[in-house]
Nanobody, 120 residues
Framework: VQLQASGGGLVQAGGSLRLSCAAS????????MGWFRQSPGKEREFVAA???????TFYADSVKGRFTISKSGADTVHLQMSTLKSDDAAVYYC???????????????WGPGTQVTVSS
């Protein structure tokens, strides 16, 4: 499966943005789809994940209550981001794994990222 993230852009602090990740192939029910982000000089960090077969969701503490991960159809995962802060500015990536993890090393499928810029 190939993944393609989209929806990034420039948003004011306090605003909202919705990212999408479209899979060109099948997202298997055993997959866990995750969102990660990376800003300059920082390591890639876990943001959220969703277990494809059950819809169970997982969030980093820093985004809990502000971000929502969801899926639509058989091949798209979204990240709704609200109340955005300057710390949320980063390149956002979607990825797939079969074992729930917050470590990007455990994800074996990655798409190119989409840039989110937050202006104050």
């Amino acid at each position: 499966v190939q993944l393609q993230a989209s929806g990034g852009g420039l948003v004011q602090a306090g605003g909202s943005l919705r990212l999408s990740c479209a899979a060109s192939g099948r997202i298997y029910s055993s997959y866990i789809m995750g969102w990660f982000r990376q800003s300059p000089g920082k390591e890639r960090e876990f943001v959220a994940a969703i277990r494809w077969n059950t819809g169970r969701t997982f969030y980093a503490d820093s985004v809990k209550g502000r971000f929502t991960i969801s899926k639509s159809g058989a091949d798209t995962v979204h990240l709704q981001m609200s109340t955005l802060k300057s710390d949320d500015a980063a390149v956002y990536y979607c990825a797939a794994t079969t074992i729930y993890s917050r470590d990007p090393k455990d994800y074996f499928k990655w798409g190119p990222g989409t840039q989110v810029t937050v202006s104050s």
